[in-house]
C-alpha cells in the first residue's frame, strides 16, 4: 500500500527560527513529489520536484528530494508568524495523489 | 477569474440524510476530484473523474457518490450510508495529463448533529 509518512505531526518555533520539516514515502510507480501549505482552507501549492538533489528555492522556503532513500525535507529560514500552517507532503504515483498527515507549524512572536 | 468553487462553506445535517456538497471550476480542467480531511489524518481521495460521465472510486469511497454530467460540475454526495461524514471536504481539478498539479477549492466542512 502506498504511504506517504511527515515529521514531525506538530512544531512550534519562535519567530526567527529555522525549521526542517520530512517527509518519507513509499509509493509504487513514483512520478513527483509535491509541498503544499495550508492555512485553514484550500492547500496552496509550494514546489514540485521530480529529481533527486536538485534543491528548489523560493524565497526563505527551500525543498530537496533523495529518490534513493525516498524522502523529502522542507526547510523554512528566519521563520515569520505568517509561515504559521498545515503543510503537507503529498506524492504522484501512477494515477493519484497519496498524502502525507501533515505537519502543523506555529510560530510565536 | 479562473478557480474553483464549493459550496456551502459550513454545512450541518442530522443523521440518516443525505447531503450534496458542490464544485464547480472555469478553468476547463478535465480531471476532478474530492477529498476528505480529518485531524492528523492528510488528505484520502473519495472519488476521482478523469472526464464527462465517467469516475473511479478512490481510497474511501464507500457512503458516498458523485456525477460527472458537466464538465465544469462534481458534485459529491454524502449518504447515510457513510458511518463517520464529519470532515473538512476538498474538491480540486487538473488537467489530465498534469494530475500531479491540482489546484484545491476552499473546501466545505459538514458537522453531522
Known amino acids: 500500500e502506498d504511504k506517504v509518512v511527515q515529521s514531525p505531526l506538530s512544531l512550534v518555533v519562535h519567530e526567527g527560527d529555522t525549521v526542517t520539516l520530512n517527509c518519507s514515502y513509499e509509493?509504487?510507480?513514483?512520478?513527483?513529489l509535491l509541498w503544499y501549505k495550508q492555512e485553514k482552507k484550500a492547500p496552496t501549492f509550494l514546489f514540485m520536484l521530480?529529481?533527486?538533489?536538485i534543491e528548489k528555492k523560493s524565497g526563505r522556503l527551500s525543498s530537496i528530494l533523495d529518490k534513493k532513500e525516498l524522502f523529502s525535507i522542507l526547510n523554512i529560514t528566519a521563520t515569520q508568524t505568517g509561515d504559521s500552517a498545515v503543510y503537507l507532503c503529498?506524492?504522484?504515483?501512477?494515477?493519484?495523489?497519496?498524502f502525507g498527515q501533515g505537519t502543523r507549524l506555529t510560530i510565536n512572536p | 477569474d479562473g478557480g474553483i468553487t464549493q459550496s456551502p462553506k459550513y454545512l450541518f445535517r442530522k443523521e440518516g440524510q443525505n447531503v450534496t456538497l458542490s464544485c464547480e471550476q472555469n478553468?476547463?480542467?478535465?480531471?476532478m476530484y474530492w477529498y476528505r480531511q480529518d485531524p492528523g489524518q492528510g488528505l484520502r481521495l473519495i472519488y476521482y473523474?478523469?472526464?464527462?460521465?465517467?469516475?473511479q472510486k478512490g481510497d474511501i469511497a464507500e457512503g458516498y457518490s458523485v456525477s460527472r454530467e458537466k464538465k465544469e460540475s462534481f458534485p459529491l454526495t454524502v449518504t447515510s450510508a457513510q458511518k463517520n461524514p464529519t470532515a473538512f471536504y476538498l474538491c480540486?481539478?487538473?488537467?489530465?495529463?498534469?494530475?500531479?498539479?491540482?489546484?484545491f477549492g476552499p473546501g466545505t466542512r459538514l458537522t453531522v448533529l
Open positions: 521530480t529529481s533527486s538533489g
Open positions: 473523474s478523469q472526464i464527462v460521465n465517467d469516475f
Open positions: 509509493v509504487t510507480n513514483f512520478r513527483s
Open positions: 503529498a506524492v504522484m504515483g501512477a494515477q493519484k495523489l497519496v
Open positions: 480540486a481539478s487538473s488537467i489530465w495529463t498534469r494530475h500531479n498539479e491540482q489546484f
Open positions: 478553468l476547463n480542467h478535465d480531471a
